[in-house]
């Protein structure tokens, strides 16, 4: 079985600044790895996942993560955060094994909440 | 536009009461699945199905019931024998490959009262 643990449950910072929001898994067999964000009363959008390959991963709005198989971990980075970040980010895991029907299945965090101060 | 329809946004309902949560997809995709959401909990597997007419329990489906008798619908029943059914709830669905990614439903946010 598989677990994802996000260590800060809110991150506050102000505008402009840099950011990590930290993601760690366990698993005992190999995973894909995703971020995903929600912004309030909206359901989730994924922001990017690691399926194989590179390790560093990039979103198309400036955020980045980077697998590390040795730390089992995918933390979440901006260089320069806007306002319009404000969001909670999830973490979440699938198994790479192909199990019968339930290939695909997400295990989540609980969640980082970034908030973005001027 | 494809997507994930949802509705309604706000259910209100009596303890006690059964209450269905709709749930469409036109993205012709096999897999759809329900989460609940609860503050500081994350999302959590309720059931899933990743054909038509079948259908799995996730991690707490004590308390719902599914169907998925069309690939484009998957409606969740919140029976009165769920004991803590206020929460907000998220529809996804994906192809079946396991590196496929789930797209999500705007949520619907039921209260009991």
């Known amino acids: 079985a598989q677990s994802v643990t996000q260590l800060d449950s809110q991150v506050p910072v102000f505008e402009e600044a840099p950011v990590e929001l930290r993601c760690n898994y366990s698993s005992s067999v190999s995973v894909y790895l995703f971020w995903y964000v929600q912004y309030p009363n909206q359901g989730l959008q994924l922001l990017l996942k690691y399926l194989s390959g590179s390790t560093l991963v990039e979103s198309i709005n400036g955020f980045e993560a980077e697998f590390n198989k040795s730390q089992t971990s995918f933390h979440l980075r901006k260089p320069s955060v806007h306002i319009s970040d404000t969001a909670e980010y999830f973490c979440a895991v699938s198994d790479q094994r192909n199990y019968g029907g339930s290939q695909g299945n997400l295990i989540f965090g609980k969640g980082t909440k970034l908030s973005v101060k001027p | 536009d494809g997507g994930i329809t949802q509705s309604p946004k706000y259910l209100f309902r009596k303890e006690g009461q059964n209450v269905t949560l709709s749930c469409e997809q036109n993205l012709n995709h096999d897999a759809m699945y329900w989460y609940r959401q609860d503050p500081g909990q994350g999302l959590r597997l309720i059931y899933y199905s990743q054909i038509v007419n079948d259908f799995q329990k996730g991690d707490i489906a004590e308390g719902y019931s599914v169907s998925r008798e069309k690939k484009e619908s998957f409606p969740l029943t919140v029976t009165s024998a769920q004991k803590n059914p206020t929460a907000f709830y998220l529809c996804?669905?994906?192809?079946?490959?396991?590196?496929?990614?789930?797209?999500f439903g705007p949520g619907t946010r039921l209260t009991v009262l």
């Open positions: 996804a669905s994906s192809h079946r490959g396991k590196t496929d990614t789930q797209y």
